[in-house]
């Protein structure tokens, strides 16, 4: 791929596509770079978990990691994104993992006939997070050997996730049915094209996959947060213990992190035995070796 922006770009045979290649890397798959290859990681937004990982799958992939920190560049002094990202080609990067708090801030590169390096979007805004997703699939599909017919439910700060656009999208394709749940405040017609949304004790019992997302505190408007209560939240739409003993035998809890503990999910289930959450995290550096290696092989710049 020249870029990998959004999980609508992709049919379910590239997403099984990204899967096995990532798996590979996980059973130790290795690559050789035509020449020295730069890359450098843009989070104009904070995250630990993408950031970091891209950084790792570079490094895995033998890839020089250029450094950038927006708080001592030169966006303090008002220049742009597209003029840093035109900056850091000129000094030789070939590939950027970017995540910005605008929604498709990506359009405007991608169109920009000067920006010719690879982009791989590491969350935009509301909008999408394809790596997150990829990563969840990977570890979707590790657990279940397939996806059709396997029942998944969303459940938490839909209208804020970018990580539950891309999931309903690409789990309708792959033959997942997907539900919702958590506050129905949060679920509005752009949800219901690809599932219902339902009381979490009605899905604890039938769902395959309980995937929670983070209450977005930082996206709420001051009201919702001055009103919100950590306890009423996961007595009502949390995971708590007794619910997680109303959970199918093999079903498994995830959360893209980070996670509020005794909010989305209760403390001592975060890393019980169907939970994972960590393991999602240490697939993520697979999955984004994959999608690196998709954007390198675009640009000749892997020995096949
Ligand atoms: N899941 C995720 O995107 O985490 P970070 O915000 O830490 O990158």
Avoid at 15 to 23: D, M, N, P, T
Avoid at 147 to 174: C, Q, Y
Avoid at 187 to 202: C, K, L, P, Q, S
């Amino acid at each position: 791929f020249e870029n990998v922006l959004s999980m609508e770009d992709l049919s379910a045979a590239d997403v099984l596509e990204f899967i096995k290649e990532a798996s590979q890397f996980k059973n130790g798959k290795e690559v050789t770079l035509t020449r020295p290859v730069y890359a450098s990681n843009l989070f104009f937004e904070n995250s630990t978990r993408t950031h970091t990982s891209f950084e790792m799958a570079e490094r895995k992939l033998g890839m020089n990691v250029v450094n950038f920190d927006p708080s001592t560049s030169s966006l303090s002094k008002g220049e742009s994104m597209a003029d840093t990202v035109k900056t850091l080609q000129a000094i030789g990067v070939d590939l950027v993992a970017i995540r910005d708090r605008k929604n498709e801030y990506y359009k405007d590169l991608v169109e920009d006939p000067n920006v010719h390096l690879g982009i791989a979007n590491g969350g935009d805004g509301s909008g999408q997070h394809p790596s997150q997703s990829l990563l969840d699939m990977m570890t979707i599909y590790e657990e279940f050997g397939h996806f059709e017919g396997l029942k998944v439910a969303i459940i938490g700060d839909l209208a804020h996730s970018r990580v539950a656009r891309s999931n309903m999208e690409v789990l309708t394709k792959l033959g997942a049915k997907v539900y919702f749940g958590g506050p129905e405040k949060w679920f509005n017609e752009d949800f219901a094209e690809y599932g219902e949304w339902r009381e979490i004790d009605e899905l604890v019992p039938e769902m395959d996959v309980m995937m929670f997302l983070r209450v977005q505190h930082e996206r709420l408007a001051a009201d919702e947060n001055g009103s919100f209560s950590d306890v009423k939240y996961h007595e009502t739409y949390g995971l708590t213990q007794a619910r997680e003993r109303r959970m199918k035998d093999d079903a498994i809890i995830m959360h893209p992190a980070p996670v509020n503990r005794d909010v989305e999910i209760a403390d001592e289930l975060v890393e019980c035995d169907r939970s994972r959450i960590f393991a999602q995290m240490s697939n993520g550096v697979f999955i984004r070796m994959a999608i690196l290696a998709s954007m390198l092989r675009y640009r000749g710049l892997i020995e096949e």
